[in-house]
């Protein structure tokens, strides 16, 4: 069983930035790749960015050039710095993990409102 924990969600303003991390109960360079998920009221669970273990990065075309996903080795986390927020980046944000399976956090609410 694998445990992933989000944090850093919260209320911010327009143009605010927020940095979310994601846990993991065994060594992130253990799974195939990780990524950060998220999902508006009424609308569909969608891909925000995701690493592989190799390094490869994606990202939606939504949040290039103002999301960064990383890694940090020492915590052993999956961070999405989020900058110049926008209200429709409002979401529940999920952390995921796959190996011969996908596994996910709890997810974290990121509201972004003036």
């Known amino acids: 069983q694998v445990q992933l924990v989000e944090s850093g969600g919260g209320l911010v303003q327009p143009g605010e930035s927020l940095r979310l991390s994601c846990a993991a109960s065994?060594?992130?360079?253990?799974?195939?790749?990780m990524g950060w998920y998220r999902q508006a009221p009424g609308k569909q669970r969608e891909l925000v960015a995701s690493?592989?273990?190799?390094?490869?990065?994606n990202y939606a075309d939504s949040v290039k050039g103002r999301f960064t996903i990383s890694r940090d080795n020492a915590k052993n986390t999956v961070n999405l710095q989020m900058n110049s927020l926008k209200p429709e980046d409002t979401a529940v944000y999920y952390c995921?993990?796959?190996?011969?399976?996908?596994?996910w956090g709890q997810g974290t609410q990121v509201t972004v409102s003036s």
């Open positions: 690493i592989t273990s190799s390094g490869s990065i």
């Open positions: 995921q993990a796959g190996d011969s399976r996908w596994w």
């Open positions: 065994r060594s992130i360079f253990s799974f195939n790749r």
